[in-house]
C-alpha cells in the first residue's frame, strides 16, 4: 500500500477504515506498519486514537476490535501471529506509541468509562489517591458534556488495553476458550515481562529515526516519592496545587515511569471496582453488586499478582537488606520494594473480599481460589527457591517471610474465616469442592505460617502503649522504604503498630476483628471437620454402593429383574458422572484436608473421634443410607442446622416409601403405561362384578381358603412400613377387602418370561395351546407350594 504525504490528515484515516472493511486482517496490519515506518508523528497522531479503538474495541463494548480474549494460536494461527508480532512490546504498535510519546501529543479519555469509585471520586471533584490522575483530569467548557482524563499516548494505550478486559462482553460458555491460551492473556504476560523485569533493567523506547537517539518519554506525572502514596482525600483544587511538579523533576525517575504507569493502569482497572465505604455498604443483604469480576478477569489478575511477586522478589539479598536503603539505590530497586504494598495491597483485599462473598456457590470459584493462594505464598516465586526435601514434605516457610505475613495479615485470617463460611455451605462430597478444601488446608499447614500468623493476631491484639514521642501518630498504611524482605524490626511496639497500621487502613478504626485462632473460628473448623468426617463416610457408601452394582444392572432395573427402589440411592452429584477414581480421589482429598486442619488448629485425636461419633451415624440394616442429624421434640423429630445442610446438599434424608393402595401407585420405568392401565380397568371390573364370591372364598377353613387368601388380600401395610424414621408410630393397618391384581402382567419382565417361553416352546415343537396350559399348570403347582408354606409359617408364629 502506497500512501502519498498528504496535506490533509483526515484522508489517511478516510483510507485506513475504508481498508478496514475491505482487505483481509494481514493486508491491513502489512499497511498499519509501513504507515507508522513512512508518516510523521503529526500525520499519526489522528488516527491514533481510531487505530487504538479498532484493536482493543471500543470502550461501551459495541465494537470488539480484534476480538484478543478469543484469538489462539491453535485455533487461528495466521491471524495470531500477526496480532502477536503487532501488538508486542517490541513491535510496531509500540512504537507508534513512542513515536507519538516523543512529541507530547495528548488524548481525551472519558471518566465515564473508569472504574465506579474513582469515577464518583472524580465526579464530586475528589481526586483518587493514585497518582495516576494527578494533574490529568480536564474539566469541560462551558456547556460540554463529561469529564475527560488528559493521557499521554502510553498511558491511553494501555488504559484501553486493560480496560478491554472489563468493557467487552464476558466470554460464551459454548466457545470453550481456554484464557491460558488466548492472545489477550498471553500480551498481559509479554507486557509484565518487558515492562516488569524480574532481571535487568526495563528497556529502553525504540528511536524514532534510524541511528537517532531514543525520544525522551514524558515523566511519571507526579514526580513524587513513592512515601507520598496513599494520603487522604483532599479538595481536587488542592490536590492539584499541592501536587504541581517541574517536568524536569528527578531525571534518575524516568527510568521506570512506563512500568509505574504500566502497575498503576492494570491495577486500577482490574482491582479498583470497590472502596471501603462501599465494601461496608455491601455487607447489606439488600445492597446491589456495582461490578461482578468474570473468572477470565480473575484469571488475569492472578497472573498479576504472580508477577508481581516475582518482579518484587527479584531484588538481590545486598539490595533487600535495610541497611542498603539509601539515596545511591536505583529508581527500579525503590519500585520492586513498593510495587505490592503501595500500589496492590489495598485494592486486591476489597476486591478479594467481594469474590468471597458474592461468588456463586459452584466450582468456578477454584479460579478466585487460585488468585488469592497465589498472593498469600510469594516465597513460591521468589529467585532463591529452596530445594525439596527428599521425604516429600512440605517446606517450612522462612522467617525472613514474617514481614509480608504480619503486614497482610486479613487477607490470611479474615479471608480465611469467609472461606470456612463458604466451605460449610457447599457439597463436599463433590470432588471438585472436597479439591478446594484440600487446597486451603495444604497451603496454610505449611510448616511455620500459622505459628506466624498467629504471631501477627497477637501483635494486633497487643494493648497499644502510649509512648510520648508517639502519641501524635495515627494509623496509615506502613511506610514505603521498609521491605518485606528484610528482618522485622526487633522492637515489639513498632512491630504491632505496622500490624494495627495495617489492619485499621484496610477496615477502618472501628473494625471488630475475629482472631483466626480464637475460639469462634476454631469453632468453625470443628464444624467443617464434621461435615468432611461425614462427606467421606457419604462417599464410600456411593462408592460400596457402585461396586455393589453390575454394569448391567440399570438395563436389568429397566427389565425389572433387579430390584428397583426409588429410595435406595443418592441424590445425583457429579461423583455419579466421574465413577470409581473420582470417588477415591474425593475420599483422598478429604483425609488429606482433615489432617492439614488437625495440624493447623492443633487438633487432638480425641477431639475428630468424638466427631464421628457425634455425626448421629444412624444407619439402616446394610450400613449405608442415614437419617439427617435432628432432635426429638414434642411434636415429632425437629432438624438442626446439620440437618439441614444435609438435606440441601443431598448428603442425608428421610426414608419416604409409598404407602398408599398398591394399584395406584406410580407406573414404574418397567412397565407398559398402556398395559398397566387396561389391566388396572380389567380387575377392577372383576372386582366389582364378583367381590361377593371372593370374600366368601377367602372366609372359608380349608385348603381353597387359604389358596385364595394367598392370591386375592395383600399384606396389610402396618407390617410393613413405618411412618416415623425412629420406629415409635406405624401405619394403622388398612384392611382391604379380597381382590384380584393383573397388574404384575404389565411388567416387561413378564413380557420378556413369557415371551422366552414360548420362543423355547416352538424350538421343541410345543404348540402355543398347549404351552399356555403347561405354563398355567406350572404356576399353579408354584401356587400351590407357597399356600402350604405360608399357611406352615403361620402355625408357627407366637
Known amino acids: 500500500m502506497a500512501f502519498p504525504h498528504l496535506q490533509q490528515p483526515s484522508f489517511l484515516l478516510a483510507s485506513l477504515k475504508a481498508d478496514y472493511v475491505n482487505k483481509p486482517f494481514a493486508q491491513r496490519c502489512q499497511d498499519l506498519v509501513k504507515v507508522i515506518e513512512d508518516f510523521p508523528a503529526k500525520e499519526l497522531h489522528t488516527i491514533f486514537p481510531w487505530l487504538v479503538e479498532s484493536i482493543f474495541g471500543s470502550l461501551d463494548g459495541v465494537l470488539v476490535g480484534w476480538n484478543l480474549r478469543c484469538l489462539q494460536g491453535r485455533v487461528n494461527p495466521v491471524e495470531y501471529s500477526i496480532a502477536m508480532e503487532f501488538l508486542d512490546p517490541g513491535g510496531p504498535m509500540m512504537k507508534l506509541v513512542y513515536k507519538l510519546q516523543a512529541e507530547d501529543y495528548k488524548f481525551d479519555f472519558p471518566v465515564s468509562y473508569l472504574p465506579g469509585p474513582v469515577k464518583a471520586s472524580i465526579q464530586e471533584h475528589i481526586l483518587p489517591d493514585s497518582a495516576l490522575y494527578h494533574n490529568k483530569v480536564q474539566f469541560p467548557p462551558t456547556g460540554g458534556l463529561g469529564l475527560n482524563l488528559v493521557l499521554n499516548p502510553f498511558e491511553y494505550y494501555i488504559f484501553f488495553f486493560a480496560l478491554s478486559l472489563i468493557t467487552q462482553k464476558p466470554l460464551s460458555m459454548s466457545l470453550h476458550v481456554r484464557t491460558s491460551d488466548c492472545a489477550y492473556f498471553i500480551l498481559v504476560d509479554r507486557y509484565l ?12 523506547p525504540f528511536s524514532c529515526s534510524p541511528g537517532g537517539a531514543s525520544p525522551s518519554p514524558a515523566p511519571r506525572t507526579p514526580a513524587m516519592p513513592f512515601a507520598s502514596y496513599g494520603l487522604h482525600h483532599t479538595s481536587l483544587l488542592k490536590r492539584h496545587i499541592s501536587h504541581q511538579t517541574s517536568v524536569n523533576a528527578d531525571p534518575a525517575s524516568q527510568e521506570i515511569w512506563r512500568s509505574e504507569t504500566l502497575l498503576q493502569v492494570f491495577v486500577e482497572m482490574w482491582l479498583h471496582h470497590y472502596s471501603l465505604e462501599m465494601y461496608q455498604k455491601m455487607q447489606s443483604p439488600h445492597a446491589k453488586e456495582s461490578f461482578t469480576p468474570s473468572e477470565e478477569h480473575v484469571l488475569v489478575v492472578r497472573l498479576l499478582l504472580k508477577h508481581l511477586h516475582a518482579f518484587a522478589n527479584s531484588l538481590k539479598p545486598e539490595q533487600a537488606s535495610p541497611s542498603t536503603h539509601s539515596h545511591a539505590t536505583s529508581p527500579l530497586e525503590e519500585f520492586k520494594r513498593a510495587a505490592v504494598p503501595r500500589f496492590v495491597q489495598r485494592k486486591l483485599y476489597l476486591f478479594l473480599q467481594h469474590c468471597f462473598g458474592h461468588w456463586p456457590l459452584d466450582a468456578s ?7 488469592w493462594l497465589s498472593y498469600l505464598q510469594p516465597w513460591r516465586y521468589a529467585s532463591e527457591k529452596q530445594p525439596q526435601s527428599s521425604d516429600s514434605q512440605p517446606r517450612c516457610v522462612s522467617e525472613k517471610w514474617a514481614p509480608f505475613v504480619q503486614e497482610n495479615l486479613l487477607v490470611y485470617t479474615k479471608l480465611f ?20 478444601v484440600f487446597r486451603v488446608a495444604k497451603v ?8 506466624m500468623i498467629q504471631k501477627g493476631e497477637q501483635l494486633f491484639l497487643e494493648p497499644e502503649l502510649v509512648i510520648p514521642h508517639r502519641q501524635h501518630r495515627f ?12 528482618p522485622w524490626p526487633p522492637a515489639i511496639t513498632d512491630a504491632s503498630f505496622k500490624v494495627k497500621s495495617h489492619v485499621y487502613s484496610l477496615e477502618g478504626q472501628d473494625c471488630k476483628y475475629t482472631p483466626m485462632f480464637g475460639p469462634e473460628v476454631r469453632t468453625l473448623v470443628l464444624r467443617l471437620a464434621q461435615l468432611i468426617t461425614q462427606a467421606k463416610q457419604t462417599a464410600r457408601s456411593i462408592s460400596d454402593q457402585c461396586v455393589e452394582s453390575p454394569p448391567g444392572r440399570s438395563f436389568l432395573s429397566w427389565l425389572g429383574f433387579c430390584p428397583t427402589d426409588p429410595n435406595s440411592y443418592y441424590p445425583a452429584n457429579d461423583l455419579d458422572e466421574m465413577g470409581q477414581d473420582s470417588i477415591r480421589k474425593t475420599d483422598e482429598y478429604l483425609e488429606k484436608a482433615l489432617e492439614y486442619l488437625r495440624q493447623i488448629f492443633r487438633l487432638s485425636e480425641a477431639q475428630l473421634a468424638q466427631l464421628t461419633l457425634t455425626l448421629g ?20 423429630l425437629i432438624l438442626t442446622a446439620l440437618g439441614r445442610y444435609q438435606i440441601i446438599n443431598g448428603l442425608r434424608r428421610f426414608e419416604i ?11 414404574r420405568s418397567y412397565e407398559n403405561a398402556s398395559l398397566v392401565r387396561a389391566l388396572f380397568r380389567l380387575s377392577s371390573a372383576i372386582n366389582r362384578r364378583f367381590a361377593g364370591q371372593m370374600v366368601a372364598l377367602c372366609s372359608r377353613d380349608d385348603f381353597l381358603g387359604s389358596f385364595c387368601r394367598y392370591h386375592l388380600i395383600e399384606p396389610t401395610l402396618a407390617n410393613r412400613h413405618l411412618l416415623s424414621p425412629v420406629g415409635q408410630r406405624q401405619a394403622a393397618s388398612h384392611a382391604r377387602g379380597p381382590r384380584l391384581s393383573l397388574r404384575f402382567l404389565g411388567s416387561y419382565r413378564t413380557l420378556l418370561f413369557l415371551l422366552l417361553a414360548f420362543i423355547v416352546a416352538s424350538l421343541l415343537c410345543i404348540r402355543p395351546l398347549p404351552c399356555t396350559l403347561l405354563l398355567v399348570l406350572g404356576y399353579l403347582l408354584y401356587a400351590i407350594a407357597m399356600t402350604l408354606l405360608t399357611e406352615r409359617g403361620k402355625l408357627h408364629q407366637p
Open 365 to 371: 470459584f477454584r479460579a478466585v481460589l487460585e488468585m
Open 617 to 636: 451415624t444412624t444407619q439402616d440394616e446394610n450400613g449405608k443410607k442415614q437419617l439427617p442429624d435432628c432432635i426429638v421434640g414434642e411434636d415429632g
Open 417 to 436: 474465616v469467609s472461606f470456612l463460611n463458604r466451605a460449610l455451605r457447599t457439597d463436599l462430597v463433590s470432588p471438585k469442592n472436597a479439591l478446594m
Open 657 to 667: 416409601e409409598y404407602q398408599g393402595d398398591s394399584e395406584l401407585q406410580p407406573i
Open 444 to 451: 496454610f499447614a505449611q510448616p511455620n505460617l500459622a505459628e
Open 475 to 486: 494509623f496509615t498504611a506502613p511506610t514505603v522504604t521498609g521491605s518485606f524482605l528484610s
Open 193 to 204: 515481562s518487558w515492562f516488569l523485569p524480574t532481571e535487568g533493567s526495563v528497556p529502553p
